[in-house]
């Protein structure tokens, strides 16, 4: 279980590692939206291994085909399937790995859970499963676009103690992808690079930041109670490989404020919208989207594969030491960007679509008005 | 929608803060668990208002009614219906905020969603929506401590900039439950007493964060890739009222150590378990608990409603200025802990159930061991 | 499990038919429906025993309480909490029926699903679960007729051997109202009656069936593949106590013709509209509301407690006999007649909801009209 | 929406007619579970188009491909990938059908729900997507069987008028694979054969209906109130396309008996297993299995694809003449068997993981036995 995710724009993934590739299911797309593979490309090539000397040089075109739900570049409103071919499969990186748990990994809780585990890559646990996620992103991202104006830009806002100062409001994605780290200033970015390449020689890894800005998103989306909006943006993005926190506006800094200096004051604009000046609620009140920026936050720890030699069990729960091979990343910051934005992407396609289901023309009673 | 939780052990919540009163439906809860009123008032009395000079004074028992799925002190194994009527509930506190948005609460985001509102109290979006998770949550903890050992335990750990150094490991509830704060630190507990009590006299409002830990987890809770535990625990308790951030393990400071720093050797006890000397996964790998304590962060904001002028608009999105008013918290942690933990057993009990499931007797096929 | 229904309209019961009282959360209601305590009530008092001499004689006045979710008559868009407490129970008319399993009845299979049952009256078995999917399905009546113009009818078409002949074109609730026994014709109608009485005074039972046509509803409702709109209605119907077969449109009898004579051809009217002369496919194709009336028929069988010694085991699995006792209904039908009505109303007014969901404005492509 | 199915044993499929192929996602199959591509091609089959002269001449080889959850033939308890690709679309048979609604078919639907629809082939509503039904059924019927013994048969009970008498008690397999029609009674199943190449040579289609018998399913499957067994039997069933109607045990036919006549009395074997010599509840009560055969009958209409000019409308509602071409069955029975079984495997299966799921370890309280 737990390959599905979403109520009413609904994917499932599957796929390994090291299997003949990986691919999703988007169920509850709306109809005649403009979708073609050349759209979902563009996204996988943000999050393909390989695509510039900062990340896991794994060689993977990760070329989407589209499989059924798209006609004449249209969706359907039927399910869609996308499938994306692996290509490049070291098997011979994983021989040791075979019997021996890799320190903060996912091998033994696999093997403890299921009694069994994919042998090589990691499975379902490896970050390749991601490529679903993205793929599916990309259709719920042309949805949001097209149907209500939301754009989502995500960068790298710190590596390690390196962190970035960007305006939410102003940033774009051209100056996100202008730098291969995916930090939109460039002078941080710089700083970025060289600690990422230092890292590597070292054989070690640095986790970081990603900060995200949804605008356009009108006031409404998010329901009460449980599936408040903030409530399962976390849940997506915590559930991206290697997330250990998640804030949303002010998050963890808001506690050491007041409450009179925490508070958004609403204010309207000439054309009459109600907007707040100030904004640490991060664009959700009560669970709800205030029309406001949505504005959120999601730390990486550093990617546990390391190239040092480290203390560990093997399967027969026998002490052993591991010494980290294969082609991985030192720093998964710049490809976690697309994944967040993702992520994001399909928590607001369906709070978009569940809203819209209610919008059933419930006439006034007699006497009101 | 948003008012129902959970896969397995699923609940269903109902009720205003004003209306007669506050409910749940518990729907897959194991048959034959003891199961009690006074169990449930346990918990409920925790989440209490009037419980201490440091919280709300709303005068509520929170009595809670079994109503069905439990006979002679067991459950039936089939829904149960838990009732807390309202008792207190003095809705001229709210006739100014009749038409006026109060800045930082939901009155605006549901009257633009749903064209219509409580106008008393706050509605569904009312703090007073959680005895509904806390009651169930008091079957889920003795679902986990009874079938499977295990123990939560959620304290106080900084009010602003308070902080206490708890240690998660010995920590117990009768530690966290002698203060009226809910910090085990008694000399942390008295700072910080001190400064909701000067916060509460200058009418403002103070945040802070809620740590807790659950111990006794068995290896293999969780689910690959989109209902990790790590997620579900996020979505647990960022639909809480007032949370806007969550950490799991080593959460945001963890990306400021290196990958070699950061993972968790393996190693295997005496008995032959497999543990972790350090714990900075937080108990939980690739989204599944791995057999060490599940160790969690949550931030909540300062309470929004404060006792001062504040800029705002009203609902015909004219500016006014509004003064809180009404009985309020100036500060929500105290209450929040019992919160926090009923959330984290609703998400363990389901997970829990879900791991079952999964131990269908499967013959080897022949020529296996 | 299993006491949940819907995707979007979802509604959650609980209570035992001699506990408390019983319940239902209606979550997903779109907001501002104008929802009265009297619109549930009517549709509950033609549930309830007592109604007529046809029916069994349990006194109960089933008034209904709204808790949740309405304010001055109209929805607020969250949960809606109902509850109708339990008059009379007279729990000694199963004292016999403690430690013996009823033939038929569900006493043995939950007693060995649970390991524990409710001993008086049935529990969750009992028919008087069925109040809070009237309840409910009151209000999902109430959304179709105003958001939509549906209009849903049901009607005793056969009690044993005795049909009806009735038009379910022009067939109204008056007609269907006019007698205790709610068959249309009304010298059917009095045969039917006549059967009844003389079973009742026989200890014994009856079965027949029940004929529902829901007009208005437009194409476009249902979904492919699984979420059929008619496989939501078999799922729905059947669910009901007592029912043992669900037949749309043609149903078994229009596996007695020919393709060419089965087919219904299609036309257009004077408006454009496109109809279909014949509805031997029961107003849906491929899953989805073609725009005819939807028509379906349900069976039931004859009530499993007669007033005979049977021959059944304790719960010890040992031999013994069992006379039925208590207060119960010689012939379901009468009062089926509303459950399958309020059961078809929650099917059709999810899929409107689902349908509504769909209309997100995609502009079209550039270069298309 | 609406192309995934179950709760724990969830499966989600994708592909139309016309398009690269068919797949479907297997999440929650528990893992170490014997699974090979030869296993699920047996079970394809035996739905394949071309396996007789008495079906469709469609010539798909229907070649299932394992694309993730398995490795070493045993399933990794993580999500599973088939695909089978579609190999003779003879597109052109479609031409005229681009622009004309076929009679009873879903073209008029889909097109006025979505505002477009797959021209050629009937995209998801071509009982070609039953492929990913029947490829996980398969998986299901492997666990139903090496977890818990269960064995499902189903054969054709009748075509048009012919009826066959079968003992459920003892029909095998075998003797229903023992002729191209499925019909165990070799000489029903001659005239079987012959009215149904009459039909073909005429041109026309026939109906018909399927019989299935669930052998060794324990007592304790099943939910109470809305997940009846029965209910989800139905759901599953009547989601098969050109299915109009189900039955449990007695069904339509035990609506003319009295219930002295209808109960199933209870007695105890020489083993003290609890049984019913009778079995009118076709092994289900109140919604929870009774270890008795699961019997269920399923009503399939005639195809709706005949070679004869039929009136209709085109996409511009204007009145047309269409006579079909292409390669359709003259009846649907014999694949429709293979359907019916993998939908009653689908719907056991995840009722047997959530009953497995109760199976928590509760300990006694103090003072019970």
Chains 1, 2, 3, 4 share one sequence.
Not at 61 to 84: H, N
Not at 262 to 285: C, K, L, W
Request: with cysteine; proline share 6%; net charge negative.
């Amino acid at each position: 279980m737990g390959s599905s995710f979403g109520t009413l724009f609904r994917i499932s993934t599957w796929g390994e590692s090291h299997g003949p590739g990986i691919g999703v299911v988007v169920d509850g797309c709306p109809p005649r939206v403009p979708v073609t593979e050349a759209l979902i490309q563009a996204e996988l090539d943000r999050r393909r291994p390989g695509q510039s000397h900062l990340v896991t040089q794994r060689r993977e075109g990760d070329r989407v085909e589209i499989l059924s739900g798209v006609q004449d570049g249209l969706t359907l409103g039927t399910s869609i399937g996308l499938f994306v071919r692996n290509e490049d499969q070291r098997s011979r990186d994983y021989d040791e790995m075979a019997h021996k748990y890799r320190p903060s990994h996912a091998d033994y809780t696999y093997d403890a859970k299921f009694g069994i585990r994919a042998i090589s890559g990691g499975g379902r646990a490896s970050a390749r499963e991601t490529v679903g996620r993205v793929a599916a992103g990309a259709i719920a991202m042309q949805v949001l676009r097209l149907a209500f104006g939301v754009e989502i830009v995500g960068w790298v806002d710190s590596v390690q103690a390196i962190e970035a100062e960007i305006n939410p409001e102003t940033v774009t994605r051209d100056q996100v992808e202008a730098t291969p780290v995916r930090c939109p200033d460039p002078a941080t970015a710089e700083a970025m690079i060289a600690l990422i390449e230092a890292t590597r020689k070292d054989g070690n890894s640095v986790g970081g930041t990603v900060r995200l800005v949804a605008r356009g998103v009108p006031v409404g989306w998010g329901e009460p109670v449980f599936d408040k909006l903030e409530a399962d943006l976390a849940k997506a993005v915590m559930s991206l490989p290697a997330c250990k926190g998640f804030e949303l506006g002010s998050g963890f800094a808001g506690t050491l404020i007041t409450g009179s200096e925490h508070n958004d004051a609403y204010r309207t604009d000439a054309s009459g919208r109600v907007f707040t000046p100030t904004n640490r609620s991060g664009g959700i009140q009560g669970g709800i989207s205030n029309g406001m920026p949505i504005l959120l936050r999601a730390a990486f720890k550093p990617t546990a594969t390391v190239m040092q030699a480290q203390e560990t069990v093997d399967d027969a729960h026998q002490p052993t030491t591991l010494t980290g091979r294969g082609r991985h990343d030192p720093c998964v910051l710049p490809r976690a960007v697309p994944m967040v934005e993702a992520m994001v992407a399909l928590v607001l396609v369906d709070h978009a679509l569940r809203q819209v289901a209610l919008t059933v023309p419930i006439p006034k009673p007699d006497g009101l008005n």
